[in-house]
């Protein structure tokens, strides 16, 4: 690993360990419990361990379907062993989806707007 590999990684796990941080204390508020900074050093460094599998996994799905990009197949198909992941993961995609088409939808409203307009 580079200088500046080892760098970003160090910063990376710093951002996981912050935010970690923050949600255990926003989580012990308003539970009434505190978390040691060792159960939140270890939950951090469990979720950087996780998230560095996932990307190796999203990377080795989407190499072997001869891709160079990540897809949203490819986060479902990582998802699959945890349904409620799963269903939430399915879920957003179906919102993306829609928000998508409802865009094409209005653009293309737009066009057919302009091109009524010049016709006449």
């Keep these: 690993m580079s200088v500046g ?3 970003t990684h160090q910063r990376l796990k710093a951002a996981v360990h912050y935010t970690v941080g923050r949600l255990c204390q926003k989580t012990g508020e308003e539970h009434r419990r505190e978390f040691s900074r060792q159960v939140i050093a270890a939950i ?30 490819d986060v479902k198909l990582l998802a699959r062993r945890s349904t409620a992941l799963s269903i939430f993961i399915q879920n957003k995609s179906d919102e993306l989806n829609q928000e998508q088409r409802d865009v094409k939808k209005k653009s293309i409203g737009k066009r057919k707007n302009r091109d009524t307009e010049i016709g006449e």
């Design 5 to 7: 590999e080892d760098e």
């Design 44 to 73: 951090a460094e469990t979720t950087y361990r996780q998230c560095d599998t996932f990307a190796k996994d999203l990377e080795a799905f989407a190499r072997h379907a001869k891709r160079s990009t990540v897809s949203v197949e």
